[in-house]
């Protein structure tokens, strides 16, 4: 800067332009496989995903599964209905969380009155263009996974396409949000990661499933005492989007919305299958698996996310009073703690739906990359992906695609709790005038 005037940034010389594309062109037999071209291959995969959504809502027929059940419930609260055992669709009693009901209900306007259902496809095929661009700016970020697997990630499921532009579910609704959460985190964003998050679980509950990580993450980076008001956000936004509900019947709305144990039908579980209905009906097989869930979250928060040598207790700490000095997590850590969790989740969940897929299909490389085995070479995890996508895509599912994703389950399960510890950021310097926290 010289007399008040900015000194605009002069492009890059036409050399250094040459000399990147024709690095680019020495290297085009490896841009599949190294990980500084993510950006490249994803945005060429997310371009051809336009083609690809278009192609699907036009050509492949469209299912009615849930889509006229939301609308009939929005539509009950349109009406002045605002008790939540009164509203129900064709499905059954609505069982989501307030932000659903605002969110479907512009929807419902917007489609005229849920009719125009192809209007429906394409606004999810926008959905489903966000999500790929959050999800693509995360792994752009870690740099952890080869570009070629991105490949896996959006053009060859079928089932994903499906759940997003064939049956218009709300899944995608809320993974769009909790991918926009994780995004957020990553910029060091945390209040207003924590609000999207919140907004997230509000179209759905199965976003709890990132909640031990985030809380995890939440008492590293600022101590107990500064974590409150964060989760305080949380509930707020909880209580503010259902108070038009609880004032008129809170048990009703707080039994209907966070149902933790509302009872699944046999005939659609995808990963239970070779049990016995009444084996998968018990409320004592229900009561394992929770307490196997527990045990695992509990595990990889002992003895895989915190630092060794650090107290559990540390955390409840502010960084500057613990015995080790405070280092903040790195992107991969943040990514890989938050993905952990939800995937434990879905390893002990009492079931899984076909639309259930979406919860956890878009971490899964990230996991399978960040696993410890070495044996685990790319080819295996690409067999790993495609067994997955293969149970998920098997209906009704049978015997062995149930027996097949739990093993899967289990390869990764193993590989994460086997990975070596990611070294953490290193600390920032002291300065004699202290700087701007810029985590919020």
């Excluded at 000399?19 to 020495?26: A, C, F, K, S």
């Excluded at 849920?114 to 661009?133: D, E, H, M, S, W």
């Excluded at 064939?166 to 924590?194: E, H, I, Y």
């Excluded at 960084?319 to 002990?348: E, W, Y």
Aim: charged share 15%.
């Amino acid at each position: 800067m010289a007399g008040g005037v900015v000194r605009k940034k002069s492009p890059a010389p036409p050399s250094q332009v040459w000399g990147r594309l024709r690095t680019l062109w020495q290297e085009k037999h490896l841009i599949l496989f190294k990980a500084e071209y993510t950006l490249l291959v994803a945005s060429l995969l997310w371009f051809l995903e336009i083609g690809i959504n278009i192609w699907v809502i036009q050509k492949v027929a469209y299912t009615e599964i849930d889509w006229k059940a939301y609308m009939d419930e929005v539509e009950g609260v349109i009406n002045g209905t605002y008790d939540y055992t009164q509203l129900k669709g064709d499905t059954g009693p609505l069982v989501y969380p307030a932000g659903f009901v605002y969110i479907f209900t512009a929807l419902y306007y917007i489609t005229s009155h849920g009719l125009n259902i192809r209007l429906a496809q394409y606004l999810f095929a926008v959905f489903y263009l966000i999500t790929l661009l959050l999800v693509f700016r995360i792994y752009h970020r870690t740099k952890k996974v080869p570009p070629f697997v991105f490949f896996f990630v959006c053009c060859a499921s079928y089932r994903i396409h499906s759940i997003f532009v064939l049956r218009l579910f709300n899944d995608p609704v809320a993974m769009m949000l909790l991918f926009g959460a994780v995004n957020l985190f990553l910029d060091g964003r945390w209040s207003l990661g924590c609000g999207l998050y919140s907004l997230a679980v509000s179209v759905k509950m199965n976003v709890l499933l990132f909640a031990p990580g985030l809380l995890f993450l939440l008492l590293s980076e600022f101590g107990l005492i500064k974590t409150i008001p964060k989760l305080s956000l949380c509930a707020a936004i909880q209580l503010l989007l259902g108070l038009p509900f609880l004032m008129d019947n809170p048990i009703g709305y707080l039994s209907r919305a966070f149902d933790l144990g509302r009872q699944f039908l046999f005939k659609w579980t995808v990963n239970w299958r070779f049990l016995p209905e009444w084996l998968f009906l018990s409320r004592y097989f229900h009561l394992l698996l929770l307490a196997a869930h527990l045990l695992a979250l509990l595990l990889f928060a002992l003895r895989r996310w915190k630092r060794p040598g650090e107290s559990i207790l540390d955390l409840l700490k502010e960084p500057g009073k613990r015995k080790l000095p405070a280092q903040k997590h790195t992107v991969d850590q943040i990514v890989l703690i938050l993905f952990v969790s939800n995937f434990i989740g879905m390893c002990f969940s009492r079931s899984l739906h076909y639309q259930f897929y979406v919860w956890y299909f878009h971490t899964l490389p990230f996991l399978l990359w960040s696993g410890g085995v070495k044996k685990l070479a790319h080819l295996l995890r690409v067999l790993i992906l495609g067994l997955i996508e293969l149970s998920w895509n098997t209906y009704p599912s049978t015997n062995y695609s149930s027996v097949a994703l739990h093993v899967c389950h289990l390869i990764i399960l193993l590989s994460l709790w086997l990975a070596p510890a990611e070294a953490p950021a290193p600390a920032e310097p002291r300065r004699d005038e202290p700087a701007k926290d810029k985590r919020q």
